[in-house]
């Protein structure tokens, strides 16, 4: 089965879908076979930073049953033969508020896509939709720039996912109705005494759950005067959600970024000596140290 990455932000603009292809590039680059998925239901746009400006087939004719399977939607690249990409869709209001059985026919199918890697590229923000794709992957990773908004945003973000996280393994285990994993919650405490209450064993499951969220921090637009303070961050994650924080890269501001967006082409192709493209490489080599080993071949 594939190894899936999911990679999301909680403000928009940040660099996500930048950061996806050239990642996945990357990847098919060194040999693996690397589906990039956009999930962006609200503004689909990876297939396009890839040059490929209308895709015969979007996740539209997945939703609609105009194809059955996922994996039949990925369509190869001329970009890299080892890439293939499953272009987002254009329906944002249809999808947007999909229902519960079309979001987990679309997370089920997922399991079947051929690939070492996908890539999934998700939409900003905190909907539901967006923090169960979020974490239908085997690693997190979550993109900020150095902006306090995009790091406020960004905290938020993995606050709320870990309390989706921990609801749904209550759900799962049928211990908790599902009514309960739709309400908002303000803080993982409320969640903890929640579970608590539902299941004797629920708040140290709970804990434990807490703690094996691992998010992975990319920042993306570095500038020698902006930096985040990582270490703040990691601070109040370990205190008020109980997960750590670890940190991938850091992507400098660079035009060669902006110029390979307008030339439809991932920066490590357009403009490989730049310092973008360079910090890139540095992020694919070590997220490939990361990935568990590809299943063995039937012989
Ligand atoms: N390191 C960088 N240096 C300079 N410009 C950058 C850099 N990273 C991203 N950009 C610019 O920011 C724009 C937005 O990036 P991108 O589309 O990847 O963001 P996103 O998080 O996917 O946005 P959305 O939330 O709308 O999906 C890019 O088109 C590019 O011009
Ligand atoms: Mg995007």
New binding site residues.
């Given amino acids: 089965m594939a190894c899936v990455i999911s990679v999301a932000?909680g403000?928009?603009?940040?660099?996500?879908?930048?950061?996806?292809?050239n990642l996945a590039l990357v990847l098919a680059r060194k040999g693996k076979q690397v589906v990039l998925a956009d999930l962006?239901v609200?503004?689909a746009?990876?297939h396009v930073?890839v040059g490929l400006l209308n895709p015969p087939f979007t996740l539209t004719d997945f939703l609609n049953h105009r194809i059955e399977h996922l994996d039949d939607l990925a369509q190869r690249l001329s970009l890299h033969p080892n890439l293939r990409i499953i272009p987002g869709t254009g329906d944002t209001l249809a999808t947007a508020n999909m229902a519960y059985s079309r979001k987990m026919r679309l997370i089920r199918d997922f399991q079947d896509i051929r690939a070492d890697v996908i890539i999934v590229?998700i939409?900003?923000g905190t909907g539901y939709l967006a923090l169960d794709f979020f974490l239908m992957a085997d690693h997190y990773l979550a993109?900020a720039?150095p902006d306090p908004t995009s790091v406020l945003d960004l905290y938020r973000f993995i606050k709320l996912a870990a309390i989706r996280r921990v609801l749904s393994m209550f759900v799962m285990r049928d211990v908790m109705p599902e009514r309960f994993t739709n309400r908002d919650y303000s803080s993982v405490e409320e969640v903890l005494e929640l579970v608590g209450k539902t299941d004797e064993s629920g708040r140290a499951s709970a804990e434990n759950t807490l703690r094996a969220f691992q998010p992975t921090l990319i920042l993306?637009?570095?500038t020698g005067r902006a930096r985040v303070n990582v270490l703040q961050l990691r601070k109040l994650l370990k205190e008020y959600v109980g997960g750590d924080l670890t940190l991938l890269g850091e992507?400098?501001?660079?035009?060669?970024?902006?110029q390979a967006?307008?030339a439809y082409v991932p920066v490590v192709q357009y403009a490989p000596s730049s310092p973008?493209a360079a910090a890139l490489e540095r992020m694919g080599e070590t997220l490939l140290q990361l990935l568990k080993p590809p299943p063995t071949q039937a012989a």
């Avoid at 992507?251 to 902006?258: F, G, N, S, Y």
């Fill in positions: 932000s403000k928009g603009g940040v660099g996500k879908s930048v950061v996806s292809v962006d609200g503004g746009d990876a930073l590229d939409g900003a993109v720039t993306n637009r570095v992507i400098p501001e660079d035009p060669a970024m902006e967006v307008r973008a």
